[in-house]
């Protein structure tokens, strides 16, 4: 009787270990839960997807005028890599808690989000892909300098590890269009070159 006692305690013991850490991994859980995020999460989903849906566009442009192979595959790219970014905040977005602070949005200028040109200059644009490196350069500094400002506010574990990916992935082919430019029209251009100039080539 005494043995069958301690079995039963034992037996009753890790009944409450296993729970115990149920309810711990449960804890883990609830706070990576996809739902977690502030108002800083939910104005930067609504920024970077327009801001994605216009990459997307001169993307789609490149796709078909490009001169370059190179600007094609990086077209490519673009459309592949903004359009699953743009798909995982819009499944984000409804669990993001609403915010009236600067109407939902960052705060940022069009210009500082690179966003103060029309994706419709690029379809008369010549050289193209001079006029596309012009135009997409200051647009991925745009959206370097919008990842940065989540990061320093925004708490949603995915939408960090995206702002992240964009600083990576987008500095990287900053840097790349710059050396096209300059190997393809003797300059590597600026954040404010106007697409739409001559510039002696």
């Not at 790219?77 to 798909?87: G, K, L, R, Y």
Request: glycine fraction near 8%.
């Amino acid at each position: 009787m005494k043995t069958k006692t301690w079995l039963t305690l034992l037996a009753a013991l890790a009944v409450i270990a296993v729970a115990a850490v149920a309810i711990g991994c449960g804890d883990d859980e609830q706070s990576a839960d996809p739902g977690s995020g502030n108002a800083a999460d939910a104005a930067f989903v609504a920024d970077m997807t327009a801001h994605h849906e216009g990459a997307i566009e001169m993307a789609r442009i490149a796709q078909d005028r490009a001169e370059h192979a190179e600007i094609r595959k990086l077209a490519d790219d673009i459309v592949a890599a903004q359009e699953n970014e743009i798909s995982t905040m819009k499944s984000l977005q409804a669990d993001l808690p609403k915010t009236e602070g600067n109407d939902g949005h960052m705060g940022m200028s069009d210009s500082e989000m690179g966003m103060d040109m029309d994706p419709e200059m690029l379809k008369d644009a010549k050289p193209f892909d001079r006029a596309f490196i012009d135009m997409m350069v200051p647009h991925h500094e745009g959206a370097v300098a919008m990842a940065k400002e989540l990061l320093k506010d925004g708490e949603h574990p995915q939408l960090r590890q995206m702002a992240n990916d964009v600083i990576d992935a987008q500095t990287k082919e900053i840097a790349q269009m710059r050396e096209w430019r300059k190997a393809w029209y003797g300059s590597a251009g600026g954040s404010t070159a106007d697409p739409m100039a001559d510039d002696g080539h």
